[in-house]
């Protein structure tokens, strides 16, 4: 099987530090693949990478097989690639329904689109309630109420089906987690397995191991700035991935990249 | 190396806690208890609703108290006649700061492009209308030098049209000459340039353009921040310029658009101060920037970005002609207007700062 999403052998300098040196990864169709590693291990700079963040001095990022060469997020949003950032990117003075479309407004068909450029409030609002509602967000009552008066859980439910709605190829999730108390997580995690049944891949990064096992189908472990191996979770205990993580243990060898 | 896990049990042990407890964390219900609470929504979806009280409000007392002295046509449309300048630069200075800028050039922006119509029309002999377009363009560019500062060279706002207001102001006194050019001149070669000034009389009602181009200029404006992309771009911006960048918000171009929309706002202030004061006058509108921010910042405009509305800066600059004439006509001393607008201005943060309290 072909992988949707694929990077072969990034690198990033900073100066004298290698932020990412050789990083590869695969994304196959369906799944969602975990990213984990020590902090300054190099994983959020190759995220960046394939959200358009950051511009890789070396190395391929293939999309569907073709290779792409992101300068900004919006190209890579435009490419199909969704991201959900660890701050959420939401401004929280507008509305659940105005963050959703922020960026990729619907304007009215006609005149009063063409001409005025007045947007499509309407279908906009209803858009975004029935995305909302097919994962399961359900009680939402007023589309229209400011992104701050929601909770961090709500927040992150906006965020995930914002990305959910617009991605088309792949949906990256940075911590989605990180922020949440244990019921909330509970949710979003289930929210997470909702857009993969919906057939979106998924690129998850967490530090949350117990999330990781529970939602991963593979899992990425990456360690001085290149991938160290990817383990099933039903095959590896979590202080193995731990292990290997920190570089306690070394990668299995069948397994190492 | 290979070991059975637990994961499953792990995970199930780590939120047994959780699976028993209500799964209703995304039901976005909303459970508002007390008056307290519904009026500070209520504010929090409408900012401009606290000018606006505050402006009926002080209409009704003046209107008690000075009778029909205050309360006539005339008298009212005269406040009107009164802050259409302030109005208009006070449009242009609201959609800076909703992108949590500030603009204190706006006056010496006015200035020069009033100054531009007039010298290009006496001095170099152009038709009127051409003399006009390049003092519109002057304060398009004057904005965008601004805009430019701010968003691509990333200076502080504040930092930027400081400096800018120096140098433009002294630029308008070199290229003038600090020369005024007469009124009776102006309306014997050039009447387009008091446009502005001519008036509309509905039953006692005096209208001036200048007054209806200020209606007109905040309805449209209104409608393009309230209606348009572009609008909730501005909001996004001065809301959160990082979040807004990373949902597809081109932020630089957001950004100099509003200081061209600004400049260019500016200019028309300035072709409405010729018909104004009828002559072109370098010394002029000296007080626009602080007027103009007081108005906003009276109309509900949070000076932190991204709240308020466009409306609400057009009710603050009415307060505060509202009070002036009302105390001028009371006999009272001048000085008690700048006190109570003093007391408005800090009474307006104060609610910005209460409505942003977000346990709404």
């Not at chain 1, 196959?28 to 995220?47: F, H, M, Q, R, W």
């Not at chain 1, 950051?54 to 293939?62: K, M, N, Q, R, W």
């Not at chain 1, 929210?191 to 998924?202: K, T």
């Not at chain 2, 398009?140 to 500062?149: A, E, H």
Request: charged share 15%; glycine share 10%.
């Amino acid at each position: 099987m072909e992988p949707v999403l694929q990077a072969r052998s990034l690198v990033k300098r900073y100066g004298r530090v290698v932020a990412m040196d050789h990083a590869d990864l695969e994304l196959y169709p369906g799944e969602i693949l975990a990213v984990i590693g020590d902090n300054g291990a190099g994983k959020s700079t190759l995220i960046k990478a394939l959200s358009g963040a950051v511009i890789p001095d070396e190395g391929d990022i293939l999309l569907d097989g073709k290779t792409v060469n992101f300068t900004s997020p919006i190209q890579a949003r435009d490419a199909g690639i969704e991201t959900v950032y660890q701050t959420l990117a939401m401004s929280p003075a507008l509305s659940i329904a105005d963050n959703m479309f922020m960026g990729r407004e619907l304007r009215k068909p006609g005149i009063m689109g063409a001409w005025l450029r007045q947007l499509d409030r309407k279908k906009m609002e209803e858009i975004a309630r029935q995305k909302l509602s097919e994962l399961g967000l359900l009680t939402i009552q007023n589309i229209n109420q400011a992104v701050e008066t929601l909770s961090g859980g709500q927040r992150q439910g906006v965020a995930v089906a914002r990305a959910a709605t617009f991605g088309s190829k792949v949906v990256i999730m940075d911590e989605p987690t990180a922020a949440l108390g244990v019921k909330e997580s509970r949710r979003v995690l289930d929210l997470i397995m909702d857009v993969r049944a919906r057939g979106l891949p998924i690129v998850l990064i967490s530090h949350n191991m117990p999330h990781v096992f529970e939602v991963a189908d593979r899992i990425h472990i990456h360690r001085l700035g290149r991938r160290a191996c990817v383990i099933r979770p039903s095959d590896f205990s979590m202080s193995d991935a731990v292990a290997i993580m920190t570089g306690a243990m070394d990668p299995p060898e069948d397994l190492a990249a | 190396m290979t070991s059975e896990t637990k994961t499953a049990g792990e995970s199930a042990d780590y939120e047994a806690a959780a699976d028993s407890s209500p799964q209703a964390v995304a039901s976005f219900d909303e459970h508002h208890h007390g008056l307290g609470h519904k009026i500070q929504h209520t504010l929090h979806q409408t900012p401009s609703l606290v000018p606006l009280i505050v402006l009926v409000l002080s209409i009704i007392a003046f209107g008690i108290m000075l009778g029909s002295k205050f309360f006539s046509p005339f008298a009212l449309t005269l406040i009107l006649q009164q802050v259409q300048i302030v109005g208009i630069v006070a449009a242009a200075q609201s959609i800076v700061i909703l992108t949590a800028g500030i603009d204190l050039s706006v006056g010496a922006i006015m200035v020069l492009s009033s100054v531009v119509m007039g010298q290009f029309t006496f001095r170099y002999g152009l038709p009127v209308e051409v003399a006009v377009a390049c003092g519109l363009l002057c304060g398009t560019i004057c904005g965008y030098i601004n805009g430019f500062l701010v968003a691509v060279v990333k200076l502080p706002p504040f930092i930027v049209t400081l400096g800018m207001w120096q140098i433009v102001l002294a630029t308008n006194f070199l290229y003038s000459a600090n020369e005024t050019i007469r009124s009776q001149d102006i309306a014997n070669t050039a009447p387009l340039l008091q446009l502005f000034g001519n008036k509309v009389n509905i039953g006692g009602a005096i209208f001036t353009y200048g007054v209806i181009f200020l209606v007109l200029l905040v309805l449209v404006l209104a409608y393009a921040l309230r209606q348009t992309a572009w609008g909730r771009h501005v909001y996004a911006v001065g809301d959160d310029p990082e979040a807004a960048q990373l949902s597809g918000v081109q932020v630089k171009k957001v950004l100099i658009s509003v200081y061209m929309l600004s400049g260019l706002i500016c200019a028309f202030a300035g072709w409405a101060m010729i018909g104004r004061i009828g002559s072109v006058s370098p010394t002029s509108g000296q007080l626009a920037n602080i007027e103009s921010i007081t108005a906003v910042v009276i109309g509900g405009i949070s000076l932190f970005g991204g709240r308020g509305s466009i409306l609400g800066s057009l009710f603050g600059a009415l307060i505060v002609g509202v009070f002036t004439l009302g105390l001028r006509l009371l006999g009272a001393d001048a000085q008690w207007t700048y006190l109570l607008i003093g007391l408005l201005i800090i009474a307006a943060v104060a609610v910005d700062q209460w409505i942003r309290k977000v346990s709404v």
